[in-house]
């Protein structure tokens, strides 16, 4: 496996990070079957802020889920960080949502008997950081959603808002390349929804981590800088947006 | 190394339910240990008290003696060898002679043994110096199950037929001088005891005996002429035979105990490997392994019987060392046990118990653990994070 650096040069900015070719993904359906992806095409660079929109059932969490290496496209073909995720062993995409990339959830997922510490602190454990080393990067990844203080609460004392910041500070605690966030404002009010979201920007922009969102909340649409459109497993649209 | 911790974490986070399944498993470990402390020791007393009470330090047999077989008791008698009678003089053996007889208890006939044994013999822990002559009636002992079999109580007046060594019956009235508490069934069952002269003399067989018993660590005569040695090795080979036996019933109620533990656990394992879909998703998801959860899941089950075995310590070795050193009442249970025992019972635990014990309910517990989470091997993440069964 190649050594990747975490930092991004300008040289790398515009390389690719996600490359999807004729992507498909079939789901038996009694005795017929669902297209839930139709040949998706697409490419999205390292440091982009991408959503993916449509309607419910319009295989937004699949691409997402095939993206992140937790499924596996039917047939076609998704490169991510250089690695074909269709003959990955269950192993090297452990290994590769281990190192590379950080998820977050709707439900937010926190593990509900570890502080707020232990769960920011989990997948560094996982990579086997040393304690030292941990910390600081807790407590940094802490800051960044402005909960440090909140380190030794319980996950079931947070409020939503807290919560997915949390959320937050899990995913990006070991620096990924890649974010995947599926629906992460569905359970916020309006308020924390923006909060969470100007959380992400920053840390794109600080940290030139690539977010892909899943989602039909226009709150976070309107946060993101190129949107995807899918309409019953195809692109419809590809549209840049303006930076907010 | 980093499972360990996580194993630990979540289930001393998991608060309540970890601690019942601690403390229940506890319980069977210390219940374990009390049950088969308490049945080595049973086996140990009832051992010492038989070797006390009948073996001693082995027994010379007249030839002819068996003691499966009641019809060679007609004949074996006879005169001691010089050797034993000087063994018997020191005060270092006691001779037993052992005669078939009858008695009519509550009007019924039953047939017996007529032992004698000399009232002054301090080579066994058969009380024989209550055989004291009581108002020309010859004084007998018997034990308490004979006593309760036959309804006799102490002063009772019983009759006893016999043949002589001519083979002429002959019929006496002895006086039951005291009933004897004895946990030894060899000196009890089917027997009464009463002075060795009287019997030799009753029965026209001077000097005569059965068997001479050498009392504890006497070193037996060279080969006698018609005397066959016994040695105590000899003698226990019996009793190791019937505690061997029993061993297995023993070892089933520990097999139930230690069931009844493993089903706690197991349910438990269960149940958590069903709810915690969601997080052995998130836990995919964050880029454990399947088999890396699997580990985690079968060391949080493993845990619970560490803790068991540290919760167990805590309050089992003050309280089996209390029940060690105080003895265990067990009014009654004497003979439900099939062993008659002392008055209390002190139980014996060894080491190899202790750890036995302790390694078997470890490695079950994390057998039982592991068991349910073979599921997990088939767990697709994506069903996973939805909280899906697969
Ligand atoms: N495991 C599965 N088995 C069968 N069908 C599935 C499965 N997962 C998804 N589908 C189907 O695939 C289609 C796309 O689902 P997907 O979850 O990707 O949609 P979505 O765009 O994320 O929708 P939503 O906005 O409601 O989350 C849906 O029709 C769904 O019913
Ligand atoms: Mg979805």
């Known amino acids: 496996m190649a050594p ?97 990339i950080g998820f977050i959830f709707q439900t937010y997922n926190l593990l509900p008997v570890y502080t707020v510490f ?102 976070v649409i309107g946060y993101v800088r190129r949107k995807i459109s899918l309409v019953d497993g195809r692109i419809e649209k590809d549209e840049k947006q303006p930076r907010r | ?82 050797s034993l009678e000087d063994l018997v003089k020191s005060g270092q053996a006691a001779p037993l002679l052992i005669r078939p007889a009858a008695i009519y208890p509550e009007g019924r006939f039953r047939t017996i043994l007529l032992k004698g044994i000399a009232p002054q013999q301090n080579v066994l822990s058969i009380p024989s110096s209550l055989l004291k002559d009581g108002e020309g009636l010859i004084p007998a002992l018997i034990g308490t199950r004979m006593a309760k079999s036959t309804g006799l109580h102490k002063g009772d007046e019983l009759t006893i037929q016999w043949r002589d060594a001519h083979g002429t019956f002959d019929a006496r009235t002895v006086v039951i001088a005291d009933i004897v508490r004895t946990s030894v069934q060899e000196i009890d069952n089917g027997q009464v005891w009463i002075p060795l002269d009287q019997l030799q003399s009753l ?89 890396s959860i699997i580990e985690l899941f079968t060391l949080e089950g493993g845990l619970h019987g560490i803790l068991a075995a540290c919760v167990a310590a805590l309050y089992g070795i003050p309280l089996l060392g209390y029940i060690a050193r105080t003895g265990w009442e067990l009014p009654g249970a004497a003979d439900t046990v099939g062993f008659a025992i002392g008055e209390k019972l002190f139980p014996t635990y060894s080491a190899g118990l202790i750890v036995g014990t302790t390694v078997l309910v470890l490695l079950v517990t994390t057998i039982v653990s592991f068991l349910p989470t073979r599921k997990i091997a088939q767990l697709k993440p994506t069903d996973a994070l939805r909280g899906k069964m697969s």
Request: no cysteine.
């Open chain 1, 4 to 100: 990747r650096t975490h930092s991004t040069t300008p040289e790398t900015k515009n390389s690719t990070l996600i490359r999807t070719e004729n992507l498909d993904k079939i789901y038996p359906l009694g005795l017929n079957t669902l297209k839930a992806l139709n040949h998706v095409n697409l490419s999205i660079s390292k440091g982009e802020f991408l959503g993916l929109v449509g309607p419910s059932g319009s295989g937004k969490t699949t691409l997402l889920n095939i993206i992140g290496s937790l499924d596996s496209p039917t047939s076609g073909s998704a490169e991510v960080l250089g690695r074909k995720i269709e003959s990955l062993s269950h192993n090297d995409a452990a290994r590769l949502r281990n190192k590379h």
């Open chain 1, 118 to 219: 232990e769960n920011v602190e989990f997948p560094l454990l996982l990579l086997g950081i040393d304690s030292s080393l941990r910390k600081i990067r807790v407590m940094d990844a802490l800051e960044w959603v402005g909960l440090a203080d909140r380190a030794d609460s319980k996950p079931a004392q947070l409020s939503g808002g807290q919560s997915q910041r949390v959320a937050i500070a899990r995913a990006i605690v070991k620096r990924p390349e890649l974010v995947l966030a599926d629906e992460p404002t569905a359970n916020l009010d309006a308020e924390n929804s923006h909060h969470i979201m100007k959380t992400m920007q920053q840390l794109n922009k600080d940290l030139a981590t690539t977010f892909v969102f899943a989602t039909h909340d226009e709150k």
């Open chain 2, 1 to 82: 190394m980093y499972i360990f911790k996580l194993a630990f974490r979540n289930i001393l986070g998991a608060g309540l339910r970890t601690w019942l399944n601690v403390v229940a498993l506890s319980f069977s470990f210390v219940a374990i240990i009390f049950l088969q402390g308490i049945y080595t020791g049973m086996n140990d007393q009832v051992e010492q008290a038989t070797i006390d009470a009948f073996y001693g330090g082995g027994q010379f047999w007249e030839k002819s003696y068996d003691p499966y077989d009641p019809l060679t008791l007609d004949d074996a008698h006879a005169p001691l060898p010089a």
């Open chain 2, 203 to 291: 029965s026209a067989m001077p000097g005569h005996a059965t068997m001479v018993v050498l009392k504890r660590n006497t070193q037996p005569p060279a080969m006698l002429q018609g005397w066959e040695f016994r040695s105590l090795d000899y003698l226990l080979q019996d009793l190791h035979a019937v505690v061997r036996s029993k061993r297995i019933g023993g070892s089933i109620l520990y097999l139930v105990l230690l069931f009844l533990a493993m089903l706690a656990i197991f349910d438990t394992q269960v149940l958590s490997i069903f709810r915690r879909k969601k997080e052995m998703g998130t836990l995919m998801a964050l880029g454990m392994t399947r088999w």
